[in-house]
T-cell receptor, first 114, second 111 residues
Framework: GAGVSQSPSNKVTEKGKDVELRCDPI?????LYWYRQSLGQGLEFLIY????????KSGLPSDRFSAERTGGSVSTLTIQRTQQEDSAVYLC????????????FGQGTRLTVV | GIQVEQSPPDLILQEGANSTLRCNFS?????LQWFHQNPWGQLINLFY???GTKQNGRLSATTVATERYSLLYISSSQTTDSGVYFC?????????????FGSGTRLQVQP
């Protein structure tokens, strides 16, 4: 696609439920990143995928968070047993398969846990 | 990991004024990007500038990699320039291959 696409744009969920957030990177981009931005804060790194290499999961805040990338393209971030502190905007970015290269962000998914 | 500091944290300008935003980083970098986050939350790429100087309209940026800082210049500011400006860096000296963000400069341009 023309840009990084994320869905849904907004998600309201009840505490304790599981949620899945989707990211569709720019066509041809093999590197994919997830970040989290809490209200009024900067961006916090969560996880990084590069081609077929093992992902860098060092930013995931707890074992309730997981992500996968199928076929080297679309990625899904899953949050299990959501808590109110998980409320944030979740941003996805992608870049070409070289280091370094310019990263481009999607519009984000605003998650609200009630 | 690498540290990124942005200054000032907040800035209020009158329309037409010029400004300089600064980004300091603690280690050598292989990538540096400036982003503008608009009021709708979208991160817009401004510059990919690991070194040197670039200009795009009223905006320009300079990165002095040897001295570990980058500057973003906004000239003749407009109300549409309002939002948060983020600097983000990547160093290949560590295992992490993702951008590390500063805490941003929140800019408000008043008419």
């Amino acid at each position: 696609g023309a840009g990084v696409s994320q869905s849904p744009s907004n998600k309201v969920t009840e505490k304790g439920k599981d949620v899945e957030l989707r990211c569709d990177p720019i066509s041809g981009h093999t590197a994919l990143y997830w970040y989290r931005q809490s209200l009024g804060q900067g961006l916090e790194f969560l996880i990084y995928f590069q081609g077929n290499s093992a992902p860098d999961k060092s930013g995931l805040p707890s074992d309730r968070f997981s992500a996968e990338r199928t076929g080297g393209s679309v990625s899904t971030l899953t949050i299990q047993r959501t808590q109110q502190e998980d409320s944030a905007v979740y941003l996805c970015a992608s870049s070409l398969n070289r280091n370094p290269s310019e990263a481009f962000f999607g519009q984000g998914t605003r998650l609200t846990v009630v | 990991g690498i540290q990124v500091e942005q200054s000032p944290p907040d800035l209020i300008l009158q329309e037409g004024a010029n400004s300089t935003l600064r980004c300091n980083f603690s280690d050598s970098v292989n990538n540096l990007q400036w982003f503008h986050q608009n009021p709708w939350g979208q991160l817009i790429n401004l510059f990919y500038i690991p070194s040197g100087t670039k200009q795009n309209g009223r905006l320009s940026a300079t990165t002095v990699a040897t001295e570990r800082y980058s500057l973003l210049y906004i000239s003749s500011s407009q109300t549409t320039d309002s939002g948060v400006y983020f600097c983000a860096v990547l160093t290949l000296d560590t295992g992490r291959r993702a951008l590390t963000f500063g805490s941003g400069t929140r800019l408000q341009v008043q008419p």
